[in-house]
């Protein structure tokens, strides 16, 4: 097996499928994780996952990841992405390549949606590609992983 890459999803990502299926989609979040096994197993990464509605339990997890020697995050931080400092202070404490992703084009979206306090810590952002974008993410990580490890 090749990277070791943690899926990291935030609050009422969960509830794919549920939650306002014109934005995100009628796919579950156990059919994010189905799909992205997928990838990962095709790409030989080891993958993992954690979803919380809570701030402190993702900063856990991203302090967990540290110890765990996590090559890469894919993160989609949900509303926290707009107004969190302590996770962005987190991703950049662990000094893991993450990646941003959002299922939703969040540029297009309201006005809150534009700031991001964890992108000045990330390696790439993918943005509006539904689920299919953290297969995109993990597919970043590998290409900045071989070019920087
Ligand atoms: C989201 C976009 C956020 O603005 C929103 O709060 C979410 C999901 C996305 O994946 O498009 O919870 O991160």
Redesign the pocket.
């Known amino acids: 097996m090749g990277y070791k890459i943690l899926v990291l999803n935030g609050?009422?990502?969960n509830f794919l499928g549920i939650r306002e299926p014109q934005i995100y989609g009628h796919e579950t979040y156990d059919d994010l994780l189905l799909m992205i096994k997928k990838h990962a197993a095709e790409c030989n990464v080891e993958v993992s996952f954690f979803q919380s509605n809570h701030e402190g339990a993702l900063i856990d997890a991203i302090q967990k990841a540290y110890f765990d020697k996590i090559d890469g995050i894919v993160f989609?931080p949900?509303?926290y992405?707009?107004t969190s400092i302590a996770l962005a202070d987190a991703v950049k404490s662990v000094s893991i390549p993450t990646v941003e992703v959002?299922?939703?084009d969040?540029s297009t979206r309201e006005s809150f949606?534009q700031v991001s306090y964890i992108r000045e810590h990330t390696v790439s952002q993918v943005v509006g590609e539904g689920l299919k974008g953290y297969n995109t993410a993990i597919d970043r990580l590998i290409e900045y992983l071989g070019k920087n490890r």
């Open positions: 609050p009422n990502l989609n949900g509303a992405t707009h959002h299922i939703s969040v949606r």
